[in-house]
């Protein structure tokens, strides 16, 4: 079965840069059938796609995010990362990674359970 | 791109149907047939219940059914049970290797 795990701080201060890793175990991260994507929900509100990336390192970002975040991909640890610069109490949210299955069909088939990153002095 | 609209609660009795709407525009649910449902319950991972409009993943009870007309794709949950009380989200393809989601619905079983 496969997990994913997301890891990092939990409270990042304002104008730093927030960094989260997601750890993959129980199935391959370098495969040509999926990206491997970042999303998030502020508190009492819906989810927001981040971005994903390809095992090759191709990213694809949300256009609203696109100048602060940067995502990156540790192939032979099995790890893919987000780093998103300049935070403000805005990027307050419960972070989740997530396998995206592409090709025959387009969705989010396995998710972390998310992670808290409070933005606060 | 702006977020998918989804009413922010629905509602029904044990044993009853409910369904679940969420409208977007050409550019996303009416562009392509990529729309997937999730459900969320609070601590736990995201599951996903449909995908591609109305397709089930192993494991999702088939009271669980997606459809799509137009720009609105809907969630339809017959035979209402319990455990199926949660958030549920829905979101579509949108191009370009860009994906939207939608503002979220709170399921309540009654």
């Known amino acids: 079965q496969l997990q994913l795990q997301e890891s990092g701080p939990g409270l990042v201060k304002p104008s730093e840069t927030l960094s989260l890793t997601c750890t993959v175990s129980g199935g391959p991260i370098s495969s040509s059938s999926y990206y491997w994507g970042w999303i998030r929900q502020p508190p009492g509100k819906g989810l927001e796609w981040i971005g994903n990336?390809?095992?090759?390192?191709?990213?694809y970002y949300n256009p609203s995010l696109k100048s602060r975040v940067t995502m990156s991909v540790d192939t032979s640890n099995s790890q893919f990362s987000l780093r998103l610069s300049s935070v403000t109490a805005a990027d307050t949210a419960v972070y989740y990674c997530?396998?995206?299955?592409?090709?025959?069909?387009?969705?989010?088939?396995?998710w972390g359970q998310g992670t808290l990153v409070t933005v606060s002095s | 791109q702006s977020a998918l609209t989804q009413p922010p609660s629905a509602s029904g009795s044990p044993g009853q149907s409910v369904t679940i709407s969420c409208t977007g525009t050409s550019s996303d649910v009416g562009g392509y047939n990529y729309v997937s449902w999730y459900q969320l319950h609070p601590g736990k991972a995201p599951k996903l219940m449909i995908y591609d409009v109305n397709k089930r993943p192993s494991g999702v009870p088939d009271r669980f059914s997606g459809s799509k007309s137009g720009n609105t794709a809907s969630l339809t949950v017959s035979g209402l049970q319990a455990e199926d009380e949660a958030d549920y989200y829905c979101s579509s393809y949108a191009g370009s290797n860009n994906w939207v989601f939608g503002g979220g619905t709170k399921l309540t079983v009654l």
């Open positions: 990336i390809y095992y090759t390192g191709s990213t």
């Open positions: 997530a396998r995206v299955r592409v090709g025959s069909g387009l969705y989010f088939d396995y």
